[in-house]
C-alpha cells in the first residue's frame, strides 16, 4: 500500500535501497528509507515511520528507535537551516556552552526551537567528532564547522539569512 504520505517516487527509491541488502536483511536499509522520506517531506512522521516499517517488516518501535536515537532525523518541522551544536564534554571544554548561547542570544530562541520566521533551527547534538576543531556545529546534517569564534557564528547567521532570503 502507497500512503499519500509517501510518494511512489518514494517507494521506488526505498526499493532501490532495499536491494543492496540481502532479501533477508532488508530492515538494513532502515536508515536509508527514513533519509528518503525526511527528503521528500522535511521531517519523519508517526505515519512515514509506520509506512517505513511496514515496508520493511519491522517492528514500528524499531524504527521509531531509529529516528529518536539519530540527531539526523527530524520528528517536526524544522527551520530552513537547522544547527546542531555540539555539547559533548569535549566540546563543552572547549567552549561549546559558549556558543550555543551566543546562538540563543542571536536568535532569539532557546535550544530545540524555531525562529518565528521559519529560517533557523537550533539543536544540541551529542559528538560530532570533531573534538581538536571545538566548538564545532553541523549545518543541515550535511556541512560541519569548526573553530565557531563568536565572530564566526555571527558571519554563519548573517550568511545563511542573506541566502535565505534570497
Given at each position: 500500500?502507497?500512503?499519500?504520505?509517501?510518494?511512489?517516487?518514494?517507494?521506488?527509491?526505498?526499493?532501490?535501497?532495499?536491494?543492496?541488502?540481502?532479501?533477508?536483511?532488508?530492515?538494513?536499509?532502515?536508515?536509508?528509507?527514513?533519509?528518503?522520506?525526511?527528503?521528500?517531506?522535511?521531517?519523519?512522521?508517526?505515519?512515514?515511520?509506520?509506512?517505513?516499517?511496514?515496508?520493511?517488516?519491522?517492528?514500528?518501535?524499531?524504527?521509531?528507535?531509529?529516528?529518536?536515537?539519530?540527531?539526523?532525523?527530524?520528528?517536526?518541522a524544522c527551520g530552513k537551516y537547522k544547527l546542531n551544536v555540539c555539547t559533548n564534554l569535549p566540546c563543552q571544554l572547549r567552549e561549546g556552552g559558549r556558543a550555543l548561547?551566543?546562538?540563543?542570544?542571536?536568535?532569539?530562541?532557546?535550544?530545540?526551537?524555531?525562529?518565528?520566521?521559519?529560517?533557523f533551527t537550533l539543536q544540541q547534538s551529542e559528538c560530532l567528532g570533531a573534538c581538536a576543531d571545538s566548538p564545532v556545529l553541523l549545518v543541515n546534517d550535511r556541512t560541519m564547522c569548526s573553530f565557531m569564534s563568536n565572530d564566526k557564528l555571527d558571519q554563519l547567521v548573517d550568511g545563511l539569512r542573506a541566502a535565505g532570503d534570497k
Open positions: 500500500m502507497i500512503s499519500k504520505a509517501v510518494s511512489q517516487a518514494t517507494m521506488a527509491r526505498f526499493a532501490k535501497e532495499v536491494a543492496k541488502y540481502p532479501a533477508d536483511q532488508k530492515q538494513s536499509a532502515v536508515m536509508a528509507c527514513l533519509a528518503i522520506v525526511q527528503q521528500e517531506a522535511g521531517f519523519v512522521s508517526t505515519e512515514s515511520e509506520q509506512i517505513v516499517a511496514d515496508y520493511l517488516g519491522m517492528a514500528p518501535i524499531a524504527v521509531h528507535e531509529v529516528t529518536t536515537f539519530y540527531n539526523m532525523y527530524n520528528q517536526h548561547k551566543h546562538l540563543e542570544e542571536k536568535l532569539g530562541i532557546r535550544m530545540g526551537e524555531t525562529t518565528a520566521d521559519g529560517m
